[in-house]
């Protein structure tokens, strides 16, 4: 079923690479004015070559005070996809403090203040809305060196059923994908290793990691 976004307004984080980019680019091929964010200009402006329209916002959003300064007047926003993430991967005993305090700015803490932005729009105007957290199968499953991977995303696990259960009386729906492994650029760096796959591997049904789809299906209710 095609699905249209006429009309509506969407914001998507880390939409310069992989997921987010995909995402940006099929919510804008199915009629919704997107706002692409992502920490790099060069992916930024190679998406708006390809979408032609589409918005951009080039900010990094492990800093707060550069978020909030970049989004306190972004107008409008119907939908969110909070995709932006970060996999810094460091067996348990030598995890760093930077790293730790990189990754739950990117993975979790950007996600409660983009929300929170868009929230308090939303509620302002009165308006239904959609916020979609890009988790994942991490989040679910203990998986070597990568123990704060797995943390920030059981993180956003729960605070997306808090945000849903305060947001759901203003008519904004908050939900998770949970997605297993996906061969984008971070996936490939991650994942390529055939002795540390194949473990995992094993573990999904079809036997293989997500691949990209160009076309990708989002939907909307009321």
């Known amino acids: ?26 919510l804008f ?14 992916d930024l402006t190679s998406l708006a070559q390809e979408c032609p329209g589409m918005e951009t916002l ?21 939908l969110l996809v909070n995709n932006a993430g970060v996999a810094l991967l460091q067996p348990f005993l030598e995890v760093t403090k930077e790293a730790c305090e990189r990754s739950f700015d990117v993975n979790y803490r950007s996600v409660v203040q983009v929300s929170q932005i868009v929230s308090r729009g939303l509620i302002a105007r009165g308006a239904p809305g959609t916020i979609v957290n890009v988790s994942s199968q991490a989040s679910q499953c203990a998986i070597k060196d990568h123990a704060i991977y797995c943390s920030t995303k059981s ?15 203003h008519k904004i729906r908050v939900n998770t994908v949970n997605p297993t492994v996906v061969m984008t650029a971070m996936g490939r760096a991650n994942w390529s290793d055939a002795q ?14 997500a691949v990209r789809k160009r076309k990708m299906t989002l939907f909307w209710e009321r």
């Open 1 to 26: 079923m095609e699905q249209s976004f006429a009309g509506r307004r969407a914001l998507v984080t880390g939409a310069g690479k992989g997921i987010g980019r995909d995402t940006a680019k099929a």
């Open 29 to 42: 091929a199915s009629g919704a004015q997107v706002v692409a964010v992502s920490r790099t200009q060069e």
């Open 58 to 78: 080039c900010v990094d959003l492990g800093d707060w005070e550069a978020t909030e300064r970049a989004l306190s007047n972004i107008g409008p926003v119907d």
């Open 155 to 169: 993180a956003m696990d729960m605070l997306t059923k808090v945000m849903a259960l305060e947001l759901g009386p």
């Open 196 to 209: 540390k796959s194949e473990p995992m591997l094993k573990r999904i049904p079809l036997g293989k990691f």
